[in-house]
């Protein structure tokens, strides 16, 4: 009996041993090329401020030149607080880029303390033969742009209570936080001063 069961337990074994020896192989899988996705285009965005006019508000959103409702004697010429933009992109295979306007901010250009915000409107773009028109903010790639917004009148009352006694003398700064295709950016101007209320 005992060696029945020996010789069981070998053929047992046996067995077992045929079953993993006559499995069939795994199939070797070498290293797979995955392929390297394209390369992402970049475009290159140079903007800056490329003028600006330090006036009053006037009445409608037509711009410079035209008596409205002013700071000040309404019948005069009024020259519209504005900012203009040179902003430049690069060709590149990708949507027009997305410009939008956060903040505008007036500072004393010596100090660069900053005075008030500006608000900025009705944004506008040059065409050749056109001249402004209106401007949805989007930076086709390639593209030049001339572009320019209204702002709001600097409290020019309430600088003179603040010490800013000699306001058409005084320099002044514009600075503009922007986001370009959600980056943000600081522009700043040069020295701007404050127009006079006299047409010259």
Excluded: K
């Excluded at 409205?68 to 060709?91: E, H, K, P, R, W």
């Excluded at 295979?93 to 900053?114: I, K, N």
């Excluded at 065409?127 to 209204?150: F, H, M, Q």
């Amino acid at each position: 009996m005992r060696s029945n069961l020996v010789l069981c337990a070998t053929l047992a074994l046996s067995l077992s041993g045929c079953f993993l020896d006559h499995s069939p192989p795994e199939t070797p899988i070498g290293p797979v090329e995955i392929p390297a996705p394209p390369p992402e285009m970049t475009v290159t965005v140079d903007a800056s401020i490329s003028g600006a006019t330090l006036g009053d508000d006037c009445a409608t959103d037509s711009g410079a030149g035209i008596a409205g409702d002013c700071d000040g004697d309404c019948s005069a010429f009024c020259q519209q607080s504005n900012v203009q933009l040179a902003i430049s992109t690069s060709a590149g295979d990708v949507d027009p880029l997305v410009f939008e306007v956060v903040r505008v901010t007036l500072h004393d250009f010596e100090s660069g303390d900053a005075i008030e915000d500006l608000t900025p409107r009705n944004p506008r773009v040059w065409a050749e033969d056109v001249g402004y028109e209106p401007w949805a903010e989007r930076l086709p790639a390639p593209s030049e742009l001339s572009t320019t917004y209204d702002l709001s009148a600097p409290s020019w009352g309430s600088m003179s209570e603040r010490g800013f006694d000699v306001l058409y003398s005084r320099p002044f700064q514009i600075r503009m936080d922007v986001r370009i295709d959600g980056e943000p950016r600081t522009l700043e101007s040069g020295e701007l001063y404050r127009v006079s209320d006299i047409d010259t």
